[in-house]
């Protein structure tokens, strides 16, 4: 399934696509598939059959995506949104070149986070506050949405603790990101965390270590590689993070990204005003936000 949170009339829903449609599996079902996206994800793997006998009942129903507003799949993580640093080798080797340091590659999950308030959807704008930052940068990375409470999990039972995937755009504002010791206020201005189109739920992605992940600004490639190259893989990151720390439906977790972001191109290059953005994720889809200055 492709699950969404849309908005309808002033409404907010959890939805599943059907095409060029949406069908609301609240309305659908008279109310047995809760409204949002967390308290569903909150039932865990009943709530997802229930979902997906709801869908399979309502074929001739939904509004056609057009007339709909996309949020981002989860509008608000219940924790700030956990996220790989230096997860892919040639993006580690960049940002060291970038920085005119040694390249160390690392032994364990380099982890930080995001606001949960930077979250936006797809087709939102980012907001760049042009006199708080001129560095805006781009980071297309596979996000892992978490399905069930996770509390000391072995990596091989990982994935079943996985609702599903969606694409993130992890906007950095590298100046301040280098600035303070800590990467949190560089990586969480509002607006930096865009999410989406949808989440697809996890048995269409039997492999999530095999999908082509690309980024696009004005429709030249900035970023294209595999998630085959992940230093860490997704039931690592899992295992490691749920060890004395409770996952729970709804958390999302941002795995790192690829090489090719702006400050470590020759000359850097860094989002401007009217850009056009476009991650994507080969078996997810395409997360589209433009660029504007804020007021
Ligand atoms: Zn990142």
New binding site residues.
């Given amino acids: 399934m492709r699950l969404v949170t849309f908005r309808l009339g002033g409404v907010e829903r959890v939805g599943a696509v059907m095409g060029d449609r949406v069908v609301d599996l609240h309305a659908a079902s008279n109310g047995e598939v809760p409204a949002t996206m967390l308290e569903l994800l909150a039932q865990g793997d009943a709530g997802m059959e229930r979902a997906r006998r709801v869908l399979a009942q309502a074929q001739d129903q939904g509004v056609p995506l057009s007339q709909v507003t996309l949020l981002a799949p989860v509008p608000r993580p219940p924790k700030n949104v956990m996220?790989l640093?230096l997860n892919y080798r040639e993006h580690a080797i960049e940002s060291a070149r970038a920085r005119g340091e040694q390249v160390v590659f690392p032994e364990v999950p380099v982890i930080f986070t995001k606001a949960s308030t930077s979250v936006i959807g797809p087709e939102a704008e980012i907001v760049v506050p042009y006199d708080v930052t001129t560095k805006a940068d781009w980071?297309v990375?596979l996000a892992v949405v978490i399905g069930a409470r996770a509390k000391r999990v072995k990596a091989a039972d990982a994935l079943g603790y996985v609702a599903g995937y969606t694409v993130a755009n992890?906007v950095?504002a590298r100046d301040l990101q280098f600035a303070h010791q800590q990467f949190f206020r560089g990586k969480s201005l509002d607006t930096f965390c865009p999410l989406g189109p949808w989440l697809v739920t996890r048995d269409e992605i039997p492999n999530p270590h095999a999908l082509r992940i690309t980024l696009r600004v004005n429709g030249v490639t900035k970023q294209d590689s595999s998630t085959s190259e992940l230093i860490f893989d997704v039931p690592t990151i899992i295992e490691t993070l749920a060890a004395g720390l409770t996952l729970e439906p709804g958390d999302v977790i941002?795995t790192?990204?690829p090489s090719g972001v702006g400050v470590a191109r020759v000359p850097p290059e860094f989002l401007q005003p009217g850009d056009m953005v476009e991650a994507e994720i080969e078996g997810i889809g395409v997360l589209r936000n433009r660029v504007v200055a804020a007021e």
Avoid: Q, V
Wanted: proline letters at 0%.
């Fill in positions: 996220a640093g980071e990375e992890d950095s941002l790192g990204t």
